[in-house]
């Protein structure tokens, strides 16, 4: 109890470690990461059922007929880096490239919970799995440290269906668009609003984002799935306009 108290009495940016505890710790975490996986394997099969149904807000008409894909992001999607998380907490730091940069290579990422069942559920399906990250990586190169974490993993994985990031910009909608121009893009999974939507810069508020939220709100749980992250996100970017 009296620690109850203390945790209240500190503002939320003194204690970092609470959100990256919640996520290593407690089974509220994995089963809402499990629940959304789950969630998404039922909606795959009424998306395979329905050659009109797209999650791309970039998919042009003329789709029905393309192969059926699912888009996921990597980061707190399908890769855990909670460990490096929980390295930065200790810390006191919230980011820093050069530790993210040696965290990666060394590919010991574990998986989000549920999201290796969905995976291979997806390609069992005939389904293909597309990686849309914003993580500097080299699609082509089996000995790029992500490539090597998704196999360590069991996730399957194509060089052509892993989407690195592009130039400086975090933005993902032109990489959806380019998978929408091969594959009807089934459904969407991130644990950031910007894995579903692009927010234009101008509109990147709290208002904004709840703004641009409101038309697409039923999609979530229908054909965008979101994971959960109180960790770090673009959530947090907004927080001082
Ligand atoms: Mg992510």
């Known amino acids: ?89 200790a810390q006191r730091i919230a980011f820093d490239n050069e530790k993210w940069n040696a965290w990666v290579a060394q590919a010991k990422a574990t998986a989000v919970p549920g999201a290796i069942e969905f995976l291979k559920f997806a390609q069992m399906r005939g389904v293909a799995l597309v990686y849309v990250t914003n993580r500097t990586c080299k699609a082509d190169d089996e000995n790029d440290p992500t490539v090597r974490n998704l196999r360590r993993l069991g996730a399957p994985w194509s060089p052509a269906r892993l989407l690195c990031r592009t130039g400086s910009g975090s933005d993902k909608s032109a990489r959806r668009a380019a998978v929408a121009e091969s594959y009807r893009v089934l459904l969407l999974v991130g644990d950031d609003f910007q894995d579903f939507v692009s927010v234009p810069a101008e509109q990147n508020s709290i208002a904004g984002r709840r703004e641009i939220l409101a038309p697409h709100r039923q999609f979530f749980g229908q054909r965008w799935f979101l994971l959960p992250n109180p960790m770090y996100g673009s959530w947090e970017r907004v927080l001082q306009r």
């Open 1 to 89: 109890m009296r620690r109850f108290f203390f945790l209240l009495a500190l503002p939320l940016a003194a204690q970092p470690e609470l959100p990256v505890a919640w996520v290593r710790t407690s089974v509220e975490y994995a089963a809402l990461s499990e629940q959304a996986y789950r969630g998404a394997a039922q909606a795959l099969e009424a998306a395979l059922a329905q050659p009109q149904w797209t999650a791309a807000l970039e998919q042009k008409p003329g789709f029905a007929g393309l192969p059926p894909a699912v888009i996921l992001d990597l980061d707190e999607t399908v890769l855990d880096n909670s460990e490096h998380q929980a390295a930065l907490a």
